[in-house]
C-alpha cells in the first residue's frame, strides 16, 4: 500500500523531481509562473520512501467550475502498475473533496520517436484509461499543446558530452552554412540573466521586439514581457534570454576588409602561377557575393542609424535537471534571410547548454493537426499543422530527433460542468482570441 499527502517541504518536492528526471513544469516553481492558477503539491511514499510528486494546478472557470491541470503528469514510475492505481484512486477522492470538474494530465511519455513506436507509451496509455482516465482526441482542446517536441541529444552512446562541432555536423548544410557565415555578416549574440534585464529593461523591450514580429507571422501563444519576467524571476538560476543582434558598424568595418584583400587578390593575379589564377578567381567572386548580401543588408536597414545594433533574433530558455527547454524563440522579419540569425541563434543556445552539463536540448514543441485515433486508442500519427509546416523542418534542419507524446489525458469529476468546459468554453475561446488579434492589429 502507498500513502499519498500534500507537500509542505518543497524543498525535498523539487529534489525529488530533479532526481527522478522531472520537467520544470513539475517542480514548485512552475506554480509562481501560472499565477492565475492555485497549486497543490502532493507526494506519494512507499514507507518512508517518496515515489511520486504531483503538482496540480486549480483554477476556477465561469460555470465550469475548478479545472485541475497536472503538467508533464505526475512524477514517478509509469511502469508500477500498482502505484498508478492507487494515485488514481487517491485524485478521485481528492477531487470528490475539492468538488472538481476535472482532472486533466499530460504526462510527458513518448508514443513514438522518428516514426517508430515506444512500448512505454502504450503501455501508459493501457494503465491510465483502465484507472478511469480519457483520452483528450481533440488537440485544438488542449490545455498545453505539445503532443510532438523535438529533441537534441547531447550526450553520446556512452553518455560522453557531444562537442557544438559534433552536433553542428548533423545538421543539414544550409544550417551550416549560416552557422559559420554568421560573424561575417555582423551578427552579435549577447546572454542575459533576471539580474541583467533588472539593471537595463531595455533587454526585454528588444527580446519582446523579436517575439511580437515572430508573432506576427505564426500562430505562437502571445505572452507580454510581464510573463517572461515572470518566468525569469520564478527559475531565475536555470533561465535566461539570448538575443541576437545585427551591428551595422561590425557589418561595414568587415565589408571593408573583404575589399581590401579583395583589393590584394585583385594585384596578384597578374603575378601568380596560372594554376593558382584559378583559385584567386574563385575567392574574388566569394567577396563579390558577400558584397552584394551586404548590399542588400544596407538598404534593408537604411532606416537605421549607421552604428544600429538591431535585435534580430531571441530565445528564451530554462535548463532544468539537464534538460534545456526553448519557451520562446524567433527571428524578426529584418534581415531575417540575408542573415539566417535565427540558425546562428539556436546553434549556440544548443552550445551553451552543453556548456553547462545538460544531456539533451529541447527545441520547443510544434502545433500538429487534430490526428486519427488507431485501433489500440492510442493517437494517430501527429502530422504539424499547415502553419507549422515550416518551423518543424527549421527545427528538423537543426538535427533533432521527433518525438510524438501519448497526449492529454482528463479524468472527468463532474459531468454537466465538464460538457460546458470542454464544448462551450472552447468557442467562448476562439472569439475571444479572435478579438485580442483584432485589438492588436488596431494598436499598430
Same mark, same amino acid.
Given at each position: 500500500m502507498y500513502s499519498f499527502k500534500t507537500q509542505d517541504d518543497l524543498k525535498s518536492f523539487d529534489e525529488f523531481v530533479v532526481k527522478n528526471g522531472g520537467s520544470y513544469l513539475q517542480c514548485s516553481s512552475w506554480s509562481g509562473v501560472k499565477t492565475a492558477w492555485k497549486p497543490i503539491f502532493y507526494s506519494g511514499y512507499d514507507g518512508d520512501e517518496m515515489v511520486l510528486t504531483c503538482l496540480v494546478l486549480r483554477r476556477k472557470l465561469p460555470v465550469a467550475g475548478? +479545472?485541475?491541470?497536472?503538467s508533464c503528469g505526475p512524477v514517478c514510475d509509469y511502469q508500477n502498475e500498482q502505484l498508478q492505481k492507487e494515485f488514481a484512486e487517491f485524485i478521485k477522492g481528492e477531487m470528490q473533496k475539492h468538488k472538481a470538474t476535472c482532472a486533466i494530465s499530460d504526462p510527458m511519455i513518448p508514443l513514438r520517436i522518428n516514426g517508430e513506436e515506444c512500448e512505454q507509451g502504450k503501455l501508459a496509455h493501457k494503465m491510465l484509461v483502465k484507472y478511469g482516465y480519457t483520452l483528450n482526441k481533440d488537440i485544438e482542446t488542449y490545455t498545453y499543446k505539445h503532443p510532438v517536441q523535438l529533441f537534441i541529444n547531447l550526450k553520446d552512446e556512452n553518455g560522453q558530452a557531444v562537442t557544438g562541432e559534433q552536433i553542428l555536423k548533423k545538421c543539414e548544410k544550409g544550417v551550416r552554412y549560416s552557422v559559420r557565415v554568421g560573424k561575417s555578416r555582423g551578427l552579435l549574440a549577447k546572454t542575459y540573466t533576471y539580474d541583467d534585464i533588472e539593471k537595463d529593461p531595455c533587454i526585454m523591450q528588444d527580446f519582446m521586439s523579436v517575439m511580437e514580429d515572430t508573432s506576427g507571422r505564426n500562430d505562437f501563444v502571445q505572452r507580454?514581457?510581464?510573463?517572461?519576467?515572470?518566468?525569469?524571476?520564478?527559475?531565475? &538560476? &536555470?533561465?535566461?534570454?539570448?538575443? +541576437?543582434?545585427?551591428d551595422k558598424q561590425q557589418d561595414l568595418k568587415l565589408e571593408n576588409e573583404r575589399l581590401e584583400k579583395r583589393e590584394i587578390l585583385e594585384k596578384s593575379l597578374s603575378t601568380a602561377p596560372e594554376k593558382k589564377q584559378r583559385g584567386i578567381r574563385e575567392e574574388i567572386d566569394s567577396i563579390d557575393n558577400n558584397t552584394k548580401s551586404f548590399n542588400a543588408r544596407c538598404e534593408e536597414t537604411k532606416?537605421?542609424?549607421?552604428?544600429?545594433?538591431?535585435? +534580430?533574433?531571441?530565445?528564451?530558455?530554462?535548463?532544468?535537471?539537464g534538460v534545456a527547454s526553448c519557451l520562446f524563440g524567433g527571428t524578426r522579419n529584418i534581415v531575417r534571410n540575408n542573415t539566417r540569425s535565427s540558425h546562428y541563434l539556436n546553434y549556440l543556445r544548443i552550445c551553451k547548454s552543453i556548456d553547462l552539463g545538460c544531456h539533451i536540448h529541447d527545441l520547443g514543441y510544434v502545433l500538429v493537426?487534430?490526428? &486519427? +485515433?488507431?485501433?489500440?486508442?492510442?493517437?494517430? &500519427?501527429?502530422c504539424p499543422a499547415d502553419n507549422f509546416v515550416g518551423i518543424c523542418d527549421f527545427k528538423k534542419s537543426m538535427g533533432s530527433d521527433y518525438y510524438e507524446f501519448i497526449g492529454e489525458y482528463i479524468l472527468v469529476g463532474k459531468k454537466l460542468r465538464f460538457l460546458f468546459y470542454s464544448?462551450?468554453?472552447?468557442?467562448?475561446?476562439?472569439?475571444?482570441?479572435k478579438l485580442i488579434k483584432l485589438i492588436r492589429k488596431i494598436k499598430r
Open positions: 475548478t +479545472v485541475w491541470y497536472i507580454d514581457s510581464d510573463y517572461c519576467l515572470n518566468l525569469l524571476k520564478s527559475f531565475k &538560476e &536555470e533561465t535566461d534570454i539570448m538575443l +541576437v543582434y545585427y532606416d537605421y542609424p549607421q552604428n544600429a545594433s538591431i535585435p +534580430v533574433a531571441g530565445g528564451l530558455t530554462i535548463r532544468y535537471a493537426k487534430t490526428p &486519427e +485515433v488507431t485501433h489500440d486508442g492510442t493517437l494517430g &500519427e501527429l464544448k462551450i468554453m472552447p468557442s467562448a475561446k476562439k472569439l475571444k482570441m
